[in-house]
Nanobody, 119 residues
Framework: QEQLVESGGGLVQSGGSLRLSCTAS????????MRWYRQAPGKERELVAS????????NYAESVKGRFTISRDNAKKTVTLQMNSLKSEDTAVYYC????????????WGRGTQVTVSS
């Protein structure tokens, strides 16, 4: 069964750091572009960061550029999001998503992990 499981969320003070991880199982991880999204209460889900299959191309939302870093390890089937200099506005549920690099309608989602930044 195809699965993405996020971990690493929690409560952190403003200015602190967290590292989110997402582990895949049940599908060929290396042919999926991977993304991290987040959704804050009362807001729409937004794309935070993305990384291509090879891990050599990344993109970030303007709000997190310079603070967040996405990376992947295809051998371990994991994608991580290193979050530094966290702000209260980063508080959200963070979701991991994988989209097949050819068949874009094939997409998997994790259940999310809560990140809360206290000011």
């Amino acid at each position: 069964q195809e699965q993405l499981v996020e971990s690493g969320g929690g409560l952190v003070q403003s200015g602190g750091s967290l590292r989110l991880s997402c582990t895949a199982s049940g599908f060929v991880f290396s042919v999926y572009d991977m993304r991290w999204y987040r959704q804050a209460p009362g807001k729409e889900r937004e794309l935070v960061a993305s990384i291509n299959t090879a891990g050599n191309s990344t993109n970030y939302a303007e709000s997190v550029k310079g603070r967040f870093t996405i990376s992947r390890d295809n051998a371990k089937k994991t994608v991580t999001l290193q979050m530094n200099s966290l702000k209260s506005e980063d508080t959200a549920v963070y979701y991991c998503s994988g989209q097949h690099f050819v068949y874009s309608d094939v997409t998997y989602w994790g259940r999310g992990t809560q990140v809360t930044v206290s000011s």
